[in-house]
T-cell receptor
Framework: GAVVSQHPSWVICKSGTSVKIECRSLDFQATTMFWYRQFPKQSLMLMATSNEGSKATYEQGVEKDKFLINHASLTLSTLTVTSAHPEDSSFYIC?????????????FGDGTRLSIL | KQEVTQIPAALSVPEGENLVLNCSFTDSAIYNLQWFRQDPGKGLTSLLLIQSSQREQTSGRLNASLDKSSGRSTLYIAASQPGDSATYLCAVMRSGAGSYQLTFGKGTKLSVIP
């Protein structure tokens, strides 16, 4: 089946640090990737939709200057949390979709647990 | 705004029992509904995807139904096993040009007792 790799799986860093998370589709070309955030015992909340070669579309309430998304190729999207603070600590998950149609399931990475001290 | 609710929030059953997880959504304008499994600290594994025009999908011991008009879906797990213990998430893909975005419920945490 389709595989999405997310790296790193766990990050602990000091407040003010910028953190980059990578999301790769290993065996298919991902025209669209999605970035989600999940707080403990909460549902996954969509942060942004990333299309290859164009600017990401951010959900309401998500700061685009805080969460920088780059989707430079059909197999790689990155999320950079700039100047991270403790309130940014969360579980970040990416997903990827190949063909843009409703028959295709989204394939999810294993997530990145971000802890800001 | 689409809202997805899952009941119960947690469920504990003895091994071998059949069980049903429930999902409801407020906006019936959907492309599809997906059920996922999430193990602690892990990403999501897709279990079943039901198109809006379909009534049910089956995979092994899992059967998912969809009643789009009433905004409900159920996930039926037959002969539960300890390995089924995980959080089960329901998500709907909203319809509309170019969206393909998923709205998730909070999940049902399932514990199957050996």
């Amino acid at each position: 089946g389709a595989v999405v790799s997310q790296h790193p799986s766990w990050v602990i860093c000091k407040s003010g640090t910028s953190v980059k998370i990578e999301c790769r589709s290993l065996d298919f070309q991902a025209t669209t990737m999605f970035w989600y955030r999940q707080f403990p015992k909460q549902s996954l909340m969509l942060m942004a939709t990333s299309n290859e070669g164009s600017k990401a579309t951010y959900e309401q309430g998500v700061e685009k200057d805080k969460f920088l998304i780059n989707h430079a190729s059909l197999t790689l999207s990155t999320l950079t949390v700039t100047s991270a603070h403790p309130e940014d600590s969360s579980f970040y998950i990416c997903s990827a979709i190949g063909q843009l149609n409703s028959n295709q399931p989204q394939h999810f990475g294993d997530g990145t647990r971000l802890s800001i001290l | 705004k689409q809202e997805v609710t899952q009941i119960p929030a947690a469920l504990s059953v003895p091994e071998g029992e059949n069980l049903v997880l429930n999902c409801s959504f407020t906006d019936s304008a959907i492309y599809n509904l997906q059920w996922f499994r999430q193990d602690p600290g892990k990403g999501l594994t897709s279990l079943l995807l039901i198109q809006s025009s379909q009534r049910e999908q089956t995979s092994g011991r899992l059967n998912a139904s969809l009643d789009k008009s009433s905004g409900r879906s159920t996930l039926y797990i037959a002969a539960s096993q300890p390995g089924d213990s995980a959080t089960y998430l329901c998500a709907v893909m909203r319809s509309g040009a170019g969206s393909y975005q998923l709205t998730f419920g909070k999940g049902t945490k399932l514990s199957v007792i050996p």
